[in-house]
């Protein structure tokens, strides 16, 4: 299995960005297909981006494409999210997760099978 540590979180203002990373540990993380989830306050956790083990196709939610960016370096086991013009409604917790490079990238939370513990974004008015 792998092990999954999410870092770079915090308070930044309104139109801010931040960097957020996944560092891996245990099984090679280059065999897996990555994505990134975020859980708003009061809300389902829903689906940010999603990076194949190769790095060379991606998916994005639609309502974010533009403003973040998912990325990885299979040499340093660490995956990305950089978040640029923040908005207070990114507001939330954000956990990266790892789904088998066997299968295709994903959308869907269910479909990931090792997930972080999150990192909370806070962003001001």
């Known amino acids: 299995q792998v092990q999954l540590v999410e870092s770079g979180g915090g308070l930044v203002h309104t139109g801010g960005s931040l960097r957020l990373s996944c560092t891996a540990s245990g099984r090679t993380f280059s065999s897996y297909n990555m994505g990134w989830f975020r859980q708003l306050l009061g809300q389902e956790r829903e689906f940010v981006a999603a990076l194949s083990r190769s790095g060379l196709s991606t998916s994005y939610a639609d309502s974010l494409k533009g403003r973040f960016t998912i990325s990885r370096e299979n040499a340093k086991n660490t995956l990305y999210l950089q978040m640029s013009s923040l908005k207070p409604e990114d507001t939330g917790v954000y956990y990266c997760?790892?789904?088998?490079?066997?299968?295709?990238?994903?959308?869907?939370?269910?479909?990931?099978?090792?997930w972080g513990q999150g990192t909370q974004v806070t962003v001001s008015s």
């Open positions: 997760a790892a789904r088998p490079g066997y299968w295709s990238i994903s959308t869907g939370a269910t479909e990931y099978e090792y």
